[in-house]
Nanobody, 120 residues
């Protein structure tokens, strides 16, 4: 079993900052990529940022330069530092990871989601 626990969402004014965290635990052999997605009401889930096991990162154009994804490999944790937040960043943010379990099975896992609301 693998669990992802997210934290750090909340309500913030436009221009403010939030930091999301997502910790993976359980029967983990290795973690490939870790990423953040978001889903706004009435819209499809979209990729926000991804961090590969090799250390490279990629961002959606809409958040480039404002958001930073990082990983703590020792803690199996991924972070999303969100600065200069805009009302259009309002969404439920989901942590995603691709893990090789201790039984050497490859699987995709999602966090429970955390609400981020940016007021204008």
């Amino acid at each position: 079993q693998v669990q992802l626990v997210e934290s750090g969402g909340g309500l913030v004014q436009a221009g403010g900052s939030l930091r999301l965290s997502c910790a993976a635990s359980g029967s983990i052999f290795s973690i490939n990529e870790m990423a953040w997605y978001r889903q706004a009401p009435g819209k499809q889930r979209e990729l926000v940022a991804v961090a590969t096991s090799g250390g490279s990162t990629n961002y959606a154009d809409s958040v480039q330069g404002r958001f930073t994804i990082s990983r703590d490999y020792a803690k199996n944790t991924v972070y999303l530092q969100m600065n200069s937040l805009k009302p259009e960043d309002t969404a439920v943010y989901y942590c995603y990871t691709r893990i090789v379990t201790s039984r050497f099975a490859l699987g995709d896992y999602w966090g429970q989601g955390t609400q981020v609301t940016v007021s204008s």
